[in-house]
């Protein structure tokens, strides 16, 4: 970076700088004591940032109406996952319409890079990724989530519904 | 010895060979499903259609006697247009499901369906709604929806195993494939439909969704189920073996390999491998590293007076070559061969299976012969009941499920005053012995099995799932005095 310095008669001079910088700091000081609501930082992280409901951040699993997991353990979104953060253990179902579903979903978020890549991937929507970022953990391991943390997590409220459901599906003929 | 010209390549075939043979022979990719080299003709996907010159019709290629100068393509856009109206008229009805599909990753049609790219059905009609997840048997499990009715299943129970479980029912669009009441496909030869099924209508119990075939690696290898010493392919990943399939060998297997032998993978995984080598001490049981615990077991070997070797057919013959040699050198004639089904042994089902289940017990005799070792089981039990046995060493079984008399058998053993075991499967039958030495796998080494006929064939290593292991190889050098094991054969190539 270089600095380019303009010489005037001004910058010569110690005070008026540092008069004009201090000027600057005591209007801030004096509108964020009069007006808050106008206020630009957050007390984080009492407060947090709300970003829009397209930011790719942390994954969602969605659920069908009853509640249960969209997914069909097609493992495509970990066949495309370039950081290999997706596992799958994938089993029989009771019901033959569905036939496959994970009875295992972890995703490693440390080792993710947040491409977006598995929700392309993702033939029936059942994977997205939502606007939350900020999850802290202890250690290594609570950065594995799994399909309680992905699908069911508070924040979530029982699940992100899908628009389209297999019954609705098999009905229509597709 | 008619020759015709294939796509411009001039070919050679057998007299009444069919035009697709003289395709496969140029390796000219021709689409088919229904044809298997293993089977008969039945013609029935229509999809191998080619161009004859002087012919104004497409003809299919499975079902044309190849003639004295005859010029067959398949490249033509006539053809290709053929194929795709074809294709066409097989997805009507198929669910496309891909991704929940097994076959996924090596399916035929999903193949052809992803090379023509007819995204959008011209289909108005509904799709036909058919039976999901039948169980056919013990081992495979059916989807009518994904079928196309090539056949091929049919034939192979009608004209292989002859036991005709399999049928089509009903006509026109509702026809599916279906067992007979009270007949389930239940033979020894029945996963081999999953196999020649060209689309993922049927599929394996045991593989069923446990992985998806792009994530395996695989290498070619030869069973270790039996005599017949079938030719296979081995799947697997960084956690471990996940399946068997067979690969065509006209003079060994044809095309087929049995239920059995597709079991072969599981004692080869972590879970039911000895990792370490065990000594029975006063204060309990020692873990030691294998090559530790060899060099201990040779110390104790040179105090014993009377030494004896007990073999299973079921390591390489360069191995028995090695190991008998250094053993009779060091510790005298006494070699013993373990038979595990006296009863059996000699039996043969007309197809594959062969009641012997080593795969290696041509190659034992014949290195027992070379030595000039003639000793019988007789003579080992009576020695051992009478004590003349101070220390016995017994290289075990891979494959414990056909051993039934393992338990009698290691009770037997129990009577020498001394016990070692080697084995590549932990079992808990083991627990007497004094000393328990992990060998490799027959995945993992190099080496040569000799079949029932004297063919000799090379096994083709895989990764190296238990890497400290050591082979009968590395311990008769241990047994020669040597103290390190090289690096040659402990563990070169992948590891899991």
Redesign the interface.
Known sequence: MSIVKKENSLSKWYLPGILKGLGITFRNLIKNLTSRDEMLTLNYPEEKYEYGPRFKGNHVLTVKKDGSLRC?????CA?NCPADCITIV???HDD??V??YPINYEIDILRCVFCGFCEEAC??DAIRMGPEWQVPGVNGASFINNISELAYRPSLGGGIKTVLDDEERIKG?I | MPKCTVNGIEVEVKDGATVIEAFMKTNESIAHYCWHPGLSVAGVCRMCMVEIEGNPRLQIACNTPVQDGMVVYNNSEKVKEAVEWTLKFHLINHPLDC??CDQ?GECGLQEYYMSHGSYDSEMAE??VKK???VDLGEKVVLDTERCILCSRCVRFTDEVTKTNELGIFNRGDRSEIGTFENRPLNNKYSLNTVDICPVGALTSKDF???Q?V??LKSFETICQGCSAGCNVQAYYNENGFYRVKPVPNEEVNGHWMCDEGRDVYKFANKEHRLVSGIKKEDSGLSHMAPGAAAVQLREDLSDTKKAALVLTGQYTTEEYLKFVDSFTKNYGNEVYHWINNPKTFDDFDGILLRGDKNPNTVGLLRVLEGKGIKSSWADLEEKLNSGQIEHLVVAGPENLAVFPDLEEKVTLFGQAQKLTVLTPVKSKFYESADYQIPMKSFMEKDGTFVNHKGIEQKLGRGPIVVSQALTLLDLSMILDGSDFISVNSASMGGSL
């Open positions: 069909t353990a097609c493992m495509l066949t994938a089993a029989e033959p319409s036939e496959k033939p029936v003929g | 991704p929940i996924a509904r799709k039976h999901k997840v069923r969704f446990r998806r792009w994530f």
